[in-house]
Structures are given as C-alpha cells and as structure tokens.
C-alpha cells in the first residue's frame, strides 16, 4: 500500500508546526489541514510539485510502501516499490543534536558538509 507521509519530511526539514507552514505558502486552510494529518486520497499534481520544491525533495520523498498482508498482491523482492520502505520514522535534526555532546557536533557538521558538496 502506497501511503503519503508528508510530516516525515517535515520533520527532516525542521518544521513543527506542518499545518502553519502550509498555510504561510499560500495553501487553502482545508488542503493544509489535510496535508498535515497525512489524510490525503488523491493529490493534486500542482501542490505535490509544490510540496517538492518548498522542501527540496522529490516525490518519492513523500511516500511510503508498506507491503499488503494479502498474498495476491506480493511484489517479488527486486520490485521497485521496495525502494520506497520506511525502517524508521523521521525526527528533527533539532531533536536527534539536542543530547550529541559539543564536541561531537563538528564531525556531524563535516559529514553534512561533505554531503552538501555531492549535490
């Protein structure tokens, strides 16, 4: 089952408050409400690009598979979709640094560094 996870993202991002920050990019009360519980059935191909470029991510970024307990519907193993499997859920940078000691930070900052210079 493909299933949206755009608060994944957001907390990847730093964001805290999803429903607010849509709201600030110009997104209608009612489509941000929804984008920021993950209750979304379909979405427009306008706010997903939207979304992509806001958060600099692509859409696979925003999706997950999780696998159907239905045999009918197994994928075998190489099937592309196993790509989009989650093992943890996402966390602010923010949060995950808050307890990393001082002097650790620099090696985070070097490995970010150098993870900026493969663009």
Same mark, same amino acid.
Not at 26 to 37: E, I, K
Not at 52 to 63: A, E, G, Q, W
Not at 83 to 87: F, M
């Given at each position: 089952m493909l299933i949206f996870r755009l608060n994944r993202v957001m907390a990847l991002r730093g964001i805290s408050v999803p429903?607010?920050?849509l709201k600030r990019q110009?997104?209608?009360?009612?489509?941000?409400?929804?984008?920021?519980?993950d209750r979304v059935a379909n979405i427009k191909i306008a706010h997903l690009e939207k979304l992509?470029?806001? &958060? #600099?991510?692509?859409?696979?970024?925003?999706?997950e598979w999780q696998t159907d307990d239905n045999p009918a519907n197994a994928l075998g193993e190489n099937h592309s979709l196993h790509?989009?499997?989650?093992?943890q859920t996402a966390q602010s940078l923010r949060t995950i640094m808050k307890d990393i000691p001082v002097h650790k930070l620099e090696r985070?900052?070097?490995? &970010? #560094?150098?993870?900026?210079?493969?663009?």
């Open positions: 429903y607010a920050f110009g997104f209608h009360r009612t489509v941000a409400r929804n984008l920021s519980h992509c470029r806001l &958060l #600099n991510c692509t859409p696979n970024d925003l999706f790509s989009l499997k989650r093992n985070i900052e070097e490995v &970010l #560094n150098q993870l900026d210079d493969e663009k």
